[in-house]
């Protein structure tokens, strides 16, 4: 069983208990597992390899998260496709990208797990030379430091628990939501319950927002608990697909 060791702890820990779940699948990605051999796999890529990769104008490196994953940290020059879930970047990927189908293609992710499903979805689909991160992010950070390797992740690695990221590269490659103007790539998860949505702010706008994505939120919040839950049915009724995060475009 390969462990998943954090990059960089913060007051809020990585994992602080732990949980096991059945589930028929790790990850939900809309697949039908008995449509394709979801064993033939890609081979796996090492941090130098990958580096290689980056280097290579005839490789092609893939993002496979979702868009608020990737605008806070990517490798050079990867393509970060803009996507809200897994699923949906399983349905564009191999039609959006088949130009590339002939040639060498890496995939990443946080932790290696979504990689295992998606180059077994791309080598069904036509792909011939698909390879995927072992370890994804989260090891290519170990690797890179354990063996002095130049490191060609830029940004912070999204990560889902209390600390929403960890740190990969001094750079700074997003800004925040609120003023469009100030680099940050700090995500806060809306106070207001029926939005809960992610966003990025700089510490100016996340102390005069009070922790809220938008003035809309803010205001909504202080309506009587009535009208909120009256609001929070009324935007479930409207919700066409699930949206974690926003995206400055």
């Known amino acids: 069983m390969p462990y998943k060791i954090a990059v960089e702890e913060a007051a809020a820990l990585s994992f602080y208990k732990l949980i096991i779940k059945v589930r028929d699948k790790i990850v939900s990605d809309g697949l039908d597992d008995e449509s394709f051999d979801v064993t033939n796999t890609g081979a796996y890529l090492t941090a130098r390899e990958i580096n290689a990769y980056v280097d290579d104008p005839e ?10 994953e990737s ?3 990517h490798f050079d020059g990867a393509i970060t496709p803009d996507v809200n879930t897994f699923r949906e970047e399983l349905a564009i990927v191999p039609e959006k990208y088949n130009v590339y189908k002939n040639k060498k293609v890496a995939l990443y992710c ?3 797990i979504r990689c295992e499903k998606a180059s ?10 698909v390879r995927h991160l072992k370890g994804g992010i989260i090891d290519y950070a170990h690797q890179v430091k354990r063996e002095g390797l130049p490191n ?3 940004g912070k690695n999204f990560v889902f628990d209390d600390r929403l ?8 490659i997003s800004s925040c939501h609120l003023c469009q103007s100030t680099k940050s790539d700090t995500h806060y998860d809306c106070k207001f319950r029926s939005c ?27 309506l009587p608990l009535s009208l909120k839950k009256r609001y929070a049915r009324y935007r479930a009724s409207k919700r066409q697909e699930f949206s974690k995060g926003r995206r400055v475009r």
Do not use: Q
Not at 59 to 68: G, H, K, L, P, Q
């Open 196 to 222: 809960h949505g992610l966003f990025l702010a700089c510490e100016p706008c996340a102390t005069k927002m009070s922790g809220y994505c938008s003035f809309g939120c803010l205001t909504l919040d202080k």
């Open 120 to 129: 077994a979805w791309l080598k069904h689909n036509g792909f011939t030379d």
């Open 59 to 68: 490789a092609v490196i893939i993002d496979m998260r979702n868009a608020y």
């Open 165 to 172: 990221g960890e740190r990969i590269s001094d750079e700074v």
């Open 71 to 73: 605008e806070v940290g």
């Open 110 to 112: 946080t932790g290696g």
């Open 152 to 154: 060609r992740f830029n």
